[in-house]
């Protein structure tokens, strides 16, 4: 099929990929409900995370914005507030039931909505649980920062993190 307005775009996802998406003001929205989330995460993590999952042949779509990639998962619990708050300082965030996803009117590396699909979906695709997501999105660990003297050039000075966090 090929999908050329907003109306075909949501035929293709939902007949071809079985993704529960609407249109809304002009766009392909997936809604987040009790049966698909997704997780977004600073970038550098995200790939490790998607290394991962594909190391143990279980990753799903992934879609990628400027900074941060998206990944669909099922929800199978939500984090505990010790671990939400752990995300939430890793700037890994869970939208909640009730808010939707912009998908691409594209399968390209460039749409209108500015992201495109890292690892595009397929009608065949089993979403991996997001608790799993979480433990991996926790256990890798991208470069992190430092402030000791001798790996600031004795200045002092913060490095940041590749994947964007901050200081570390």
Same mark, same amino acid.
């Given at each position: 099929?090929?999908?050329? =307005?907003?109306?075909?775009?949501?035929?293709? @996802? $939902?007949?071809?990929? *079985? &993704?529960?998406?609407?249109?809304?003001?002009?766009? !392909?929205? %997936?809604?987040?409900?009790?049966?698909?989330? #997704? !997780?977004?995460?600073? =970038? =550098?993590?995200?790939?490790? #995370? %998607?290394? !991962? &999952?594909?190391?143990?042949? *279980?990753?799903?779509?992934?879609?990628?914005? $400027?900074?941060?990639?998206? %990944?669909?998962?099922?929800?199978?619990?939500?984090?505990?507030?010790? !671990?939400? =708050?752990?995300?939430? *300082?890793?700037?890994?965030?869970?939208?909640?039931?009730?808010?939707?996803?912009?998908?691409?009117?594209? &399968?390209?590396?460039?749409? +209108?909505?500015?992201?495109?699909?890292?690892?595009?979906?397929?009608? /065949?695709?089993?979403?991996?649980?997001?608790? &799993?997501?979480? /433990?991996?999105? %926790?256990?890798? #660990?991208? $470069?992190?920062?430092?402030?000791?003297?001798?790996?600031?050039?004795?200045?002092?000075?913060?490095? @940041?993190?590749?994947?964007? #966090? *901050?200081? +570390?």
């Amino acid at each position: 099929m090929e999908a050329r =307005t907003v109306d075909d775009w949501v035929s293709c @996802y $939902q007949r071809e990929f *079985g &993704l529960p998406v609407r249109e809304r003001g002009g766009f !392909v929205m %997936l809604p987040i409900t009790d049966r698909i989330c #997704v !997780v977004h995460l600073p =970038t =550098t993590r995200a790939e490790k #995370v %998607l290394a !991962v &999952l594909r190391e143990r042949r *279980g990753e799903g779509p992934v879609l990628a914005r $400027q900074i941060r990639w998206s %990944l669909l998962a099922v929800p199978d619990a939500r984090p505990p507030d010790d !671990v939400a =708050t752990e995300l939430s *300082g890793l700037d890994i965030d869970i939208p909640a039931i009730g808010s939707a996803v912009m998908l691409p009117t594209s &399968l390209g590396r460039w749409s +209108r909505e500015g992201c495109h699909w890292v690892r595009p979906p397929a009608g /065949h695709d089993v979403l991996p649980p997001l608790s &799993l997501v979480l /433990h991996i999105a %926790l256990s890798v #660990v991208p $470069q992190r920062v430092s402030t000791a003297l001798r790996e600031s050039g004795e200045s002092g000075k913060f490095r @940041y993190d590749r994947d964007g #966090v *901050g200081p +570390r």
